[in-house]
C-alpha cells in the first residue's frame, strides 16, 4: 500500500475553492525553513537505507547466493513503494535520524507557537499548535522517502489524468472549517524527472517524481499571492494509479490539505 507523504495546505489552486491566507510573517517563514530541512534529512535517513541494502545485494551476488539477493531486491522495492522496513540489514540508524528529525520538527513548531505568543498573535499561536498535533496524528508530515532518479516509465507521462479529492482545514483553534472538494489535473509536459501539470480551473504547477515521489509547486493561479507559495509533496503509485500526498502553504500555518486521486485514463 502506498503511503501519503507530506503536511500542510492549499485546495482554493486545485479545487477552486476559497483560499483563506494569512499575510506571510518571520515566524511562518522561519518554520517553512524547518519543514524543508525535516524533509531533507529524512531523504537522507531513506537513502542511507537503501545504501545498506545494496551493499548486502552485491555481497549475495559475489557470494552467488540468489535466494539472499532476491530477498534484498524485493526488501529494497517494498521500502521505496510502501516505507515498509527492511530485515536483511539493521534499521536503528534509519530510526534513530528519522526520530532526530521528526524531534527537530516538533522543535520548529514549540517555537512558532511560542514566537507568535510573544508577538502577540495568539489565535495563531494556538492554530499553529493545533496543525502540529493534527500532522502527528494524520502522519501528514513527510516521510522518509527515497530520491533516486526513475525512469521515464513511471506512469506519470505526458497526458495522464488524475482525479480525486482534497480536504482542508483551516482557523483558529474553536474556530476551525472543514470542506472537501474534488480536484483534477493533467500531467502537460516531462523532461527526465521533471513535468509540469496544469488544472481545470487555470492552475498550473511544476515540480518533479523520483522513486514514486511526486513534488511540485504552483506557478500559475488565480490569485498571484499563491505562486510560489503552494506546494505539494506526496506518493505516485504507478501499479495501482493513485496519488497520496499533501499540499504546503507558505501563506498560512494554520491550514492544511490532504490530497487523495487517482488515474482516470491509461497512458
Not at 25 to 49: F, Q, R, V
Not at 205 to 220: D, M, Q, R
Request: with cysteine; net charge positive.
Amino acid at each position: 500500500m502506498t503511503r501519503s507523504a507530506t503536511v500542510l495546505a492549499m485546495c482554493a489552486v486545485i479545487c477552486g475553492g476559497a483560499l483563506f491566507a494569512a499575510e506571510e510573517d518571520p515566524i511562518g517563514a522561519k518554520l517553512a525553513t524547518a519543514k524543508a530541512e525535516y524533509g531533507k534529512s529524512m531523504t537522507k535517513a531513506s537513502d542511507g537505507l537503501l545504501a545498506e541494502l545494496k551493499k548486502k545485494a552485491d555481497t549475495a551476488q559475489k557470494a552467488g547466493d540468489p535466494d539472499v539477493l532476491d530477498k534484498v531486491e524485493k526488501e529494497a522495492k517494498v521500502f521505496e513503494v510502501e516505507g515498509t522496513l527492511p530485515k536483511s540489514v539493521s534499521v536503528i540508524d534509519y530510526m534513530e535520524a528519522q526520530r532526530v528529525a521528526r524531534a527537530r520538527l516538533g522543535v520548529a513548531y514549540d517555537t512558532a507557537v511560542k514566537d507568535y505568543t510573544m508577538a502577540g498573535k495568539k489565535d495563531l499561536a494556538k492554530a499553529t499548535r493545533e496543525t502540529w498535533t493534527e500532522i502527528k496524528n494524520e502522519g501528514v508530515a513527510p516521510k522518509a522517502l527515497p530520491v533516486k532518479p526513475q525512469p521515464a516509465d513511471d506512469g506519470f507521462a505526458v497526458g495522464t489524468e488524475v482525479k480525486g479529492t482534497c480536504v482542508n482545514r483551516w482557523g483558529p483553534p474553536g474556530k476551525r472549517e472543514t470542506n472537501e472538494h474534488g480536484f483534477f489535473f493533467t500531467v502537460t509536459k516531462r523532461s527526465g524527472n521533471k513535468f509540469t501539470i496544469a488544472g481545470g480551473s487555470g492552475w498550473q504547477a511544476e515540480g518533479k517524481v523520483e522513486n514514486g515521489t511526486v513534488s511540485y509547486t504552483i506557478t500559475i493561479s488565480r490569485r498571484q499571492a499563491d505562486v510560489g507559495k503552494m506546494s505539494f509533496f506526496g506518493r505516485f503509485d504507478k501499479d495501482k494509479g493513485t496519488l497520496g500526498g499533501t499540499l504546503l502553504s507558505k501563506n498560512d500555518p494554520t491550514w492544511s490539505q490532504v490530497l487523495k486521486g487517482e488515474v482516470v485514463n491509461e497512458k
